[in-house]
């Protein structure tokens, strides 16, 4: 979609809700709308800027914390390298490891990524490991919280979440786990 095609007035009470920066009554300018657009749609991605946290240690919810490091330490860049070239998406490593959304009623800790759709940021990934993990048991839980998605084309969204699968799952065509997987992305 370019910039020029949006209808400013069907977003309408959208953007006050959502966007911090606004004039005197509350309603962002046309050109903040604009800049954030243009962030979104018209612009290149960024050069992820990874700022690794501290490993993860005994004692904060995983048996096996050495091995999770290790097998997620370079996850950002792997999913970065698979979408450079074609794909808007990129994902850049935060610089701590404790996590917000997949914490339920005592700390978690895992990977914590910030996502983007060119240069706007417009989600996070969580990866937590489970507490047995290990070699013979890799499972991890995910989370990936997207904003800004109605500005953006269906498919274009699957393939970022497919691309994630991809290196976080065994998400090979025709196993369990690959009909789980795209049922899990196709489902509102």
Do not use: C
């Not at 808007?88 to 701590?96: A, H, S």
């Amino acid at each position: 979609m370019n910039i020029r095609d949006f209808d400013h007035n069907r977003v309408g009470k959208f953007w006050s809700n959502h966007l911090t920066v606004a004039n005197r009554d509350g309603e962002p300018t046309e050109t903040q709308e604009r800049k954030f657009l243009n962030s979104l749609w018209s612009s290149n991605p960024i050069t992820p800027k990874h700022e690794p946290p501290p490993r993860l240690e005994r004692g904060m919810g995983v048996r096996n914390p050495e091995q999770f490091s290790r097998d997620f330490e370079a996850f950002a860049n792997v999913i970065n390298w698979h979408l450079v070239g074609y794909s808007p998406w990129r994902v850049q490593e935060l610089p701590t490891s404790e996590l917000a959304k997949l914490a339920v009623s005592h700390p978690a800790y895992g990977g914590r990524y910030a996502v983007f759709h060119n240069q706007a940021r417009v989600g996070e990934i969580e990866l937590q490991p489970d507490y047995l993990y290990s070699t013979e048991n890799p499972g991890v839980t995910i989370h990936i919280e997207l904003n800004w998605v109605r500005f953006l084309p269906f498919k274009t969204i699957r393939d970022f979440l497919t691309h994630v699968a991809i290196e976080t799952f065994d998400y090979l065509r025709g196993t369990p786990e690959y009909f789980e997987m795209n049922h899990k992305i196709d489902s509102p």
